[in-house]
């Protein structure tokens, strides 16, 4: 299974962002505490969530409890880190994989980080910024963990229309 993880999030924007990911992909994902939002239903629909009913996650109470309750591959975007994301193989989809991201203002912390410097890593960029949106994050790294795995059993046609509708004529 693929878990994302969310250390204490910032902004309740690119969280619903991840949420509606985490739905789109068969992804778990994990909060850290403290939040700099609220979970409750009105403020996850300003925020765009309207799959939170089809949503798996849960919310912690801070790092230990997170680390205590879970096992797997940990992986750690920070822009400090030294390999891009596409260097690990995540071809086993056996395997439980985590990919934690930090607060939007300062990251993971480094005393975090400083545990496991092997799965440090970077989504590579210009020196022009110094960092993409962590929404923008997530989904680059669900999908190329995705793409590893032959994007599992997620669909490939739309479900709605059919899987002709490009082919079929417009009717007026």
């Not at 979970?39 to 798996?56: F, M, P």
């Not at 997530?138 to 509708?165: F, M, S, T, W």
């Amino acid at each position: 299974m693929i878990h994302i993880v969310l250390f204490e999030p910032e902004i309740p924007g690119n969280t619903g962002n991840i949420m509606r990911t985490c739905v789109a992909t068969d992804t778990k994902l994990h909060l850290i505490r403290p939040l700099g939002f609220s979970l409750d239903e009105a403020h996850l629909k300003r925020s765009g969530v309207n799959y939170i009913d089809k949503l798996d996650y849960v919310v912690y109470d801070n790092w230990e409890d997170f680390k205590s309750r879970n096992q797997g591959d940990f992986y750690y975007f920070t822009r400090y880190g030294h390999k891009p994301h596409t260097s690990f193989d995540y071809s086993d989809s056996s395997r439980e994989i985590y990919l934690i991201f930090g607060k939007e203002s300062t990251g993971i912390p480094k005393e975090i980080l400083q545990q496991d410097l092997d799965h440090c890593m970077r989504i590579p960029m210009t020196k022009n910024v110094r960092a993409l949106n962590l929404s923008n994050c997530a989904a680059i790294c669900v999908y190329e963990v995705l793409r590893q795995q032959n994007y599992r059993d997620l669909l490939r046609e739309e479900p709605h229309k059919g899987a002709d509708y490009l082919e079929r004529p417009e009717v007026f």
